[in-house]
């Protein structure tokens, strides 16, 4: 039985994953989507941070205002869960893009994106992909993933981060 390839969606990226790639040199994870979005209140936060993740070689990020209003559920699910602009406007401009793939690090806005049907993945995930997409191999993303820690900013349980080491470890 053959497989379909279905074509890589989108991208909506929110701060974290920008700053977070950059800051452990993987930012370059992402040139393989057909297109990174970064709403503009990102964009400003990322500016303000880690600006070299903006105008990175190899991958064109596109600075975008979301067009249309947000809907009454996202209202509702920012006030609960006290979304910041930036991840609000990173929900939006993925509302707007069918089947489009949010990057967010923040637990609180990937549950939202899960209410509102959003795929949505993290810095982490986007490591572990490198290996299945051949961006690297799996002594280079474990590499990646044991400079966390050390090379980032991303706050990240330390148990959560050793188990994922170790599935990594155990894959063929």
């Known amino acids: 039985m053959a497989t379909i390839e279905t074509p890589d969606p989108v991208v909506v990226s929110d701060a974290g994953p920008l700053i977070h790639l950059d800051e452990v040199g993987a930012l370059d994870l992402l040139v393989d989507f057909p297109q990174v979005m970064v709403p503009d209140a990102v964009w400003h936060e990322v500016a303000r941070h880690r600006p070299a993740a903006l105008v990175h070689p190899s991958v064109v990020l596109h600075r975008l205002t979301p067009a249309r209003p947000a809907p009454p559920q996202l209202e509702t699910i920012a006030q609960v869960l006290s979304l910041h602009t930036g991840e609000c406007e990173a929900l939006r401009l993925a509302l707007e893009q069918p089947s489009a793939l949010l990057l967010t690090d923040d637990t ?31 002594q280079q993303v ?14 990240l349980k330390r148990s959560l981060l050793d188990a994922v080491i170790q599935e990594v470890e155990n894959q063929t």
């Open 108 to 138: 609180a806005a990937r549950l939202a994106a899960t209410s509102l049907g959003i795929q949505a993945r993290g810095t982490v995930g986007m490591i572990i992909r490198a290996i299945r997409r051949k961006q690297r191999n799996k």
């Open 142 to 155: 474990l590499t990646l993933l044991r400079s966390i820690p050390l090379a980032s900013t991303l706050h």
